[in-house]
């Protein structure tokens, strides 16, 4: 079966921009961490076995079989929220069918879940509701760097003592983000203080410098994000006094330069809640480009 899902899987995503030996590795893993989670007590403890009254291996990740077709599902909650249930497609050996979808709610049927979420490459399909957007940039060309490397935006890495600082631009930056945009409240949600200070010590915390002046700051560690290895974004924020002046693309510009002279060919990577908008525009100005999603789908799937 995990040699299925991997061939399945690996020809699904081929198009996004990962080398294919690297691509499959990553598929192995992860299919082979979820699978575990199939059988492992301390992931369906995490579930609200207690709030529910449901049983607590329950909430263990399932297969469910359709048509002859396997497909590796697993609980969620949106945001944490116990009103807000639905199970994730985690990988599969086929496509997702209206058959298949009836079939993985009726087993999760208990915990109310009414919708199913896929990983999908960005294509003509635009059914079910967009959850999140994968973009990803590539190593700038030479003939950008002049613009982005000279004295308007300048990346550094932070030191221990920036901490306090990047905590106060971090409250005053959502602070800005939810009173001009409070939709994203719920949706968007700040670092804690403890990942901060991790990443400082890691050296995966940036400053953004805009004209000498500190203007933010981006958190991007080298990794692997579901089945993708490269640099991941986690945060980014721009302080109020300097929005609406580009910062943000303009420092994801500067931040693939830097990644560049430490990495032979960066590639840039993140999550953006579809609904943020502000987020979208500055990694489309950055020059990053959509590749995939996370959709919530419902009943209005086609065999």
């Given at each position: 079966?995990?040699?299925?899902?991997?061939d399945?899987?690996?020809?699904q995503?081929s198009?996004i921009?990962?080398?294919s030996?690297?691509?499959?590795?990553?598929?192995?893993?992860?299919?082979?961490?979820?699978?575990?989670w199939?059988e492992?007590?301390?992931?369906s403890?995490?579930?609200?076995?207690?709030?529910?009254?449901?049983?607590?291996?329950?909430?263990?990740?399932?297969?469910?079989?359709?048509?002859?077709?396997?497909?590796?599902?697993?609980?969620?909650?949106?945001?944490?929220?116990?009103?807000k249930p639905?199970i994730?497609?985690?990988?599969?050996?086929?496509?997702?069918?209206?058959?298949?979808m009836?079939?993985?709610?009726?087993?999760?049927?208990?915990?109310?879940?009414?919708?199913?979420?896929?990983?999908?490459?960005?294509?003509d399909?635009t059914s079910?509701?967009a959850?999140?957007?994968?973009?990803?940039?590539k190593?700038?060309?030479?003939?950008n760097?002049?613009?982005?490397?000279?004295?308007?935006i300048?990346i550094?890495?932070?030191c221990?003592?920036?901490?306090e600082?990047?905590?106060?631009a971090?409250?005053?930056?959502?602070?800005?983000?939810?009173?001009r945009?409070?939709?994203?409240k719920?949706?968007v949600?700040?670092?804690?203080?403890?990942?901060i200070?991790?990443?400082?010590?890691?050296?995966?915390l940036?400053?953004?410098?805009?004209?000498?002046s500190?203007?933010?700051?981006?958190?991007?560690?080298?990794?692997r994000?579901?089945?993708?290895p490269?640099?991941?974004?986690?945060e980014?924020?721009v302080?109020?006094?300097?929005?609406?002046?580009?910062?943000?693309?303009?420092?994801?510009?500067?931040?693939?330069?830097?990644?560049?002279?430490?990495?032979?060919?960066?590639?840039?990577w993140?999550?953006?809640?579809?609904?943020n908008?502000?987020?979208i525009?500055?990694?489309?100005?950055?020059?990053?480009?959509?590749?995939?999603e996370?959709?919530?789908?419902?009943?209005?799937?086609?065999?």
């Amino acid at each position: 079966m995990n040699k299925l899902m991997l061939d399945y899987m690996a020809e699904q995503f081929s198009s996004i921009p990962v080398d294919s030996e690297s691509l499959r590795i990553g598929m192995k893993d992860y299919i082979n961490e979820q699978l575990l989670w199939c059988e492992d007590s301390n992931f369906s403890a995490n579930f609200p076995f207690r709030e529910t009254g449901l049983p607590q291996d329950f909430f263990l990740q399932k297969i469910v079989s359709c048509d002859g077709n396997d497909y590796l599902t697993g609980p969620r909650y949106r945001g944490g929220d116990l009103k807000k249930p639905f199970i994730d497609l985690v990988a599969s050996t086929a496509p997702l069918t209206q058959r298949a979808m009836a079939s993985i709610l009726d087993v999760w049927y208990p915990m109310g879940a009414l919708s199913v979420r896929v990983l999908r490459p960005v294509s003509d399909d635009t059914s079910g509701c967009a959850d999140q957007f994968f973009y990803v940039g590539k190593s700038i060309h030479e003939k950008n760097e002049a613009r982005i490397s000279g004295q308007t935006i300048r990346i550094e890495r932070a030191c221990l003592q920036s901490a306090e600082w990047c905590l106060q631009a971090l409250k005053l930056a959502y602070a800005e983000t939810y009173s001009r945009y409070p939709f994203l409240k719920d949706k968007v949600f700040p670092t804690d203080e403890e990942d901060i200070r991790v990443a400082i010590r890691d050296g995966n915390l940036f400053l953004i410098v805009y004209e000498g002046s500190r203007a933010g700051f981006i958190i991007c560690e080298n990794g692997r994000r579901a089945f993708v290895p490269g640099q991941w974004i986690s945060e980014e924020i721009v302080l109020p006094n300097f929005r609406g002046k580009h910062v943000a693309g303009s420092a994801q510009q500067a931040l693939l330069s830097f990644l560049s002279m430490h990495h032979a060919s960066a590639l840039l990577w993140g999550t953006i809640e579809s609904s943020n908008h502000p987020s979208i525009r500055a990694a489309e100005r950055a020059g990053r480009k959509r590749v995939m999603e996370y959709a919530f789908l419902g009943g209005n799937l086609h065999d």
